[in-house]
Protein backbone atom coordinates (compact mmCIF):
# COMPACT_ATOMS: atom_id res chain seq x y z
CA UNK A 1 0.00 0.00 0.00
CA UNK A 2 2.67 2.61 1.01
CA UNK A 3 4.72 1.78 -2.40
CA UNK A 4 1.50 2.37 -4.27
CA UNK A 5 0.70 5.77 -2.50
CA UNK A 6 4.19 7.06 -3.03
CA UNK A 7 3.93 5.98 -6.94
CA UNK A 8 0.53 7.90 -7.16
CA UNK A 9 2.41 11.00 -5.02
CA UNK A 10 4.72 10.95 -8.10
CA UNK A 11 2.32 10.93 -10.31
CA UNK A 12 0.38 13.30 -9.06
CA UNK A 13 3.59 15.62 -8.80
CA UNK A 14 4.50 14.88 -12.57
CA UNK A 15 0.92 15.66 -13.77
CA UNK A 16 0.60 19.25 -11.40
CA UNK A 17 4.40 20.01 -12.81
CA UNK A 18 3.23 19.39 -16.44
CA UNK A 19 -0.31 21.40 -15.83
CA UNK A 20 1.92 24.63 -13.91
CA UNK A 21 3.88 24.37 -17.56
CA UNK A 22 1.36 24.89 -19.45
CA UNK A 23 -0.34 27.90 -17.47
CA UNK A 24 2.66 29.54 -17.59
CA UNK A 25 3.13 29.68 -21.24
CA UNK A 26 -0.76 30.53 -21.58
CA UNK A 27 -0.04 33.54 -19.29
CA UNK A 28 3.86 34.44 -20.94
CA UNK A 29 1.63 34.26 -24.47
CA UNK A 30 -1.19 36.34 -23.29
CA UNK A 31 1.48 39.20 -22.11
CA UNK A 32 3.04 38.91 -25.28
CA UNK A 33 -0.17 39.46 -27.18
CA UNK A 34 -1.02 42.37 -25.02
CA UNK A 35 2.50 44.32 -25.56
CA UNK A 36 2.73 43.35 -29.45
CA UNK A 37 -1.04 43.95 -30.18
CA UNK A 38 -0.95 40.30 -32.16
CA UNK A 39 -3.96 38.47 -32.36
CA UNK A 40 -2.90 35.68 -33.69
CA UNK A 41 -1.29 35.05 -30.67
CA UNK A 42 -3.59 36.05 -28.00
CA UNK A 43 -5.73 33.54 -30.04
CA UNK A 44 -3.27 30.55 -29.31
CA UNK A 45 -3.92 31.54 -25.79
CA UNK A 46 -7.97 31.62 -26.02
CA UNK A 47 -7.94 27.93 -28.22
CA UNK A 48 -5.52 26.36 -24.99
CA UNK A 49 -7.92 27.28 -22.25
CA UNK A 50 -9.97 24.13 -22.90
CA UNK A 51 -7.45 21.81 -22.43
CA UNK A 52 -5.88 23.65 -19.46
CA UNK A 53 -9.69 22.85 -17.49
CA UNK A 54 -9.47 19.29 -18.53
CA UNK A 55 -6.09 19.03 -17.16
CA UNK A 56 -7.55 20.33 -13.77
CA UNK A 57 -10.56 18.06 -13.74
CA UNK A 58 -7.95 15.25 -14.07
CA UNK A 59 -6.00 16.78 -11.62
CA UNK A 60 -9.04 16.93 -8.86
CA UNK A 61 -10.38 13.46 -9.65
CA UNK A 62 -6.73 12.37 -9.27
CA UNK A 63 -6.49 13.91 -5.70
CA UNK A 64 -9.90 12.73 -4.54
CA UNK A 65 -9.28 9.21 -5.33
CA UNK A 66 -5.68 9.07 -3.55
CA UNK A 67 -7.77 10.50 -0.48
CA UNK A 68 -10.46 7.32 -0.87
CA UNK A 69 -8.04 4.79 -2.15
CA UNK A 70 -4.82 5.80 0.59
CA UNK A 71 -6.33 7.63 3.17
CA UNK A 72 -3.46 9.49 3.90
CA UNK A 73 -2.04 11.35 7.08
CA UNK A 74 0.66 14.01 8.26
CA UNK A 75 2.53 14.74 5.53
CA UNK A 76 1.07 12.48 2.53
CA UNK A 77 -2.31 14.52 3.45
CA UNK A 78 -0.93 17.99 3.06
CA UNK A 79 0.66 16.61 -0.03
CA UNK A 80 -2.49 15.86 -1.71
CA UNK A 81 -4.31 19.01 0.01
CA UNK A 82 -1.85 21.49 -1.31
CA UNK A 83 -2.00 19.92 -4.86
CA UNK A 84 -5.60 20.43 -4.88
CA UNK A 85 -5.65 24.23 -3.99
CA UNK A 86 -2.78 24.77 -5.92
CA UNK A 87 -4.57 22.84 -9.00
CA UNK A 88 -7.63 25.59 -8.55
CA UNK A 89 -4.95 28.39 -8.15
CA UNK A 90 -3.66 26.87 -11.80
CA UNK A 91 -7.17 26.99 -13.43
CA UNK A 92 -7.93 30.55 -12.56
CA UNK A 93 -4.67 31.91 -13.32
CA UNK A 94 -5.06 30.13 -17.01
CA UNK A 95 -8.54 31.64 -17.19
CA UNK A 96 -7.10 35.20 -16.91
CA UNK A 97 -4.53 34.88 -18.60
CA UNK A 98 -7.10 34.08 -21.56
CA UNK A 99 -8.85 36.72 -20.20
CA UNK A 100 -6.01 38.90 -20.98
CA UNK A 101 -5.85 37.57 -24.32
CA UNK A 102 -9.23 38.39 -25.20
CA UNK A 103 -8.52 42.14 -23.80
CA UNK A 104 -4.97 42.12 -26.35
CA UNK A 105 -7.53 41.24 -29.12
CA UNK A 106 -10.09 44.02 -28.61
CA UNK A 107 -6.65 46.42 -28.49
CA UNK A 108 -6.37 45.71 -32.27
CA UNK A 109 -9.46 47.11 -32.91
CA UNK A 110 -9.76 50.12 -31.91
CA UNK A 111 -7.25 53.28 -31.99
CA UNK A 112 -3.55 52.71 -31.18
CA UNK A 113 -2.83 53.48 -27.02
CA UNK A 114 1.06 52.43 -26.34
CA UNK A 115 1.41 49.88 -23.31
CA UNK A 116 2.79 52.16 -20.11
CA UNK A 117 6.70 51.19 -18.85
CA UNK A 118 4.39 50.28 -15.61
CA UNK A 119 2.37 47.68 -17.42
CA UNK A 120 5.74 46.82 -19.10
CA UNK A 121 7.37 46.30 -15.42
CA UNK A 122 4.07 45.20 -13.95
CA UNK A 123 3.94 42.28 -16.34
CA UNK A 124 7.20 41.68 -16.48
CA UNK A 125 6.76 40.94 -12.33
CA UNK A 126 4.01 38.57 -12.62
CA UNK A 127 5.38 36.11 -14.78
CA UNK A 128 8.86 36.34 -12.63
CA UNK A 129 5.99 35.50 -9.46
CA UNK A 130 4.20 33.12 -11.55
CA UNK A 131 7.62 31.34 -12.47
CA UNK A 132 8.88 31.62 -8.87
CA UNK A 133 5.67 30.30 -7.34
CA UNK A 134 6.02 26.69 -9.53
CA UNK A 135 9.68 26.75 -8.92
CA UNK A 136 9.15 26.64 -5.01
CA UNK A 137 6.49 24.13 -5.24
CA UNK A 138 8.63 21.61 -7.54
CA UNK A 139 11.83 22.28 -5.08
CA UNK A 140 9.40 23.06 -1.24
CA UNK A 141 11.37 26.17 -1.40
CA UNK A 142 9.98 28.04 1.47
CA UNK A 143 12.04 31.15 1.05
CA UNK A 144 11.45 31.02 -2.31
CA UNK A 145 7.76 30.98 -1.59
CA UNK A 146 8.18 33.82 0.90
CA UNK A 147 10.11 36.12 -1.91
CA UNK A 148 7.18 35.82 -4.13
CA UNK A 149 4.73 37.08 -1.71
CA UNK A 150 6.60 40.14 -0.38
CA UNK A 151 6.67 41.01 -4.82
CA UNK A 152 2.96 40.70 -4.58
CA UNK A 153 3.38 44.15 -2.67
CA UNK A 154 5.22 45.65 -5.44
CA UNK A 155 2.40 44.26 -8.19
CA UNK A 156 -0.70 46.22 -6.37
CA UNK A 157 1.35 49.26 -6.17
CA UNK A 158 2.09 49.07 -9.81
CA UNK A 159 -2.00 48.26 -10.13
CA UNK A 160 -2.88 51.63 -8.53
CA UNK A 161 -0.52 53.78 -10.60
CA UNK A 162 -1.43 52.21 -13.88
CA UNK A 163 -4.90 53.04 -12.85
CA UNK A 164 -5.02 56.38 -12.27
CA UNK A 165 -2.26 56.92 -15.33
CA UNK A 166 -5.06 55.12 -17.71
CA UNK A 167 -8.07 57.08 -15.79
CA UNK A 168 -5.96 60.52 -15.94
CA UNK A 169 -5.71 59.37 -19.83
CA UNK A 170 -9.13 58.78 -20.81
CA UNK A 171 -10.00 62.14 -19.60
CA UNK A 172 -7.61 63.90 -21.30
CA UNK A 173 -8.11 61.98 -24.21
CA UNK A 174 -12.11 60.71 -24.63
CA UNK A 175 -11.56 59.22 -28.07
CA UNK A 176 -9.03 56.34 -26.11
CA UNK A 177 -11.85 55.30 -23.75
CA UNK A 178 -12.24 52.14 -25.65
CA UNK A 179 -8.49 51.15 -25.57
CA UNK A 180 -8.07 52.27 -22.36
CA UNK A 181 -10.63 50.36 -21.07
CA UNK A 182 -9.00 47.49 -22.13
CA UNK A 183 -6.08 48.11 -20.82
CA UNK A 184 -7.74 48.92 -17.36
CA UNK A 185 -9.20 44.72 -17.92
CA UNK A 186 -5.64 43.37 -18.41
CA UNK A 187 -4.24 45.01 -15.41
CA UNK A 188 -6.68 44.44 -13.14
CA UNK A 189 -6.30 40.42 -14.60
CA UNK A 190 -2.67 41.13 -14.33
CA UNK A 191 -2.67 41.70 -10.67
CA UNK A 192 -4.89 38.58 -10.08
CA UNK A 193 -2.58 36.35 -11.47
CA UNK A 194 -0.55 37.89 -9.28
CA UNK A 195 -2.86 36.59 -6.64
CA UNK A 196 -2.70 33.57 -7.58
CA UNK A 197 1.17 33.17 -7.59
CA UNK A 198 1.04 33.89 -4.01
CA UNK A 199 -1.82 31.38 -3.29
CA UNK A 200 0.50 29.30 -4.42
CA UNK A 201 3.49 30.24 -2.95
CA UNK A 202 1.52 30.35 0.22
CA UNK A 203 0.33 26.50 -0.26
CA UNK A 204 4.14 25.95 -0.29
CA UNK A 205 4.68 27.29 2.89
CA UNK A 206 1.79 24.94 3.99
CA UNK A 207 2.89 22.24 2.70
CA UNK A 208 6.70 22.33 4.05
CA UNK A 209 6.10 23.64 7.56
CA UNK A 210 2.21 22.46 8.43
CA UNK A 211 0.92 26.11 9.19
CA UNK A 212 -1.90 27.64 7.32
CA UNK A 213 -0.45 31.41 6.34
CA UNK A 214 -2.89 33.04 4.18
CA UNK A 215 -4.49 36.07 5.64
CA UNK A 216 -1.72 36.14 7.84
CA UNK A 217 1.04 38.38 6.51
CA UNK A 218 2.86 38.20 9.54
CA UNK A 219 3.48 33.96 9.38
CA UNK A 220 4.18 34.71 5.63
CA UNK A 221 7.41 37.02 6.15
CA UNK A 222 8.31 34.91 9.15
CA UNK A 223 11.21 32.25 8.53
CA UNK A 224 11.61 29.03 10.10
CA UNK A 225 14.84 28.10 11.20
Known amino acids: MVKHLE ?55 ECLKMLAVHQPVATDLRR ?20 VAERAIALTKVEALPVSDRLERMADLTTVMVRQSLDSFVNLDTRLARSVCRLDDEVDRYNREIIEELVAGMRQRPDLVEAGVSLFSATRHLENIADHATNIAEDVIYLVEGEIVRHNPEAVLKEKC
Open 7 to 61: RDLDRLQHDIVELSRAVEQAILKAVQALRSRDAILAQEVIDGDTGIDQGENLLEE
Open 80 to 99: IAAAMMINVDLERMADLAED
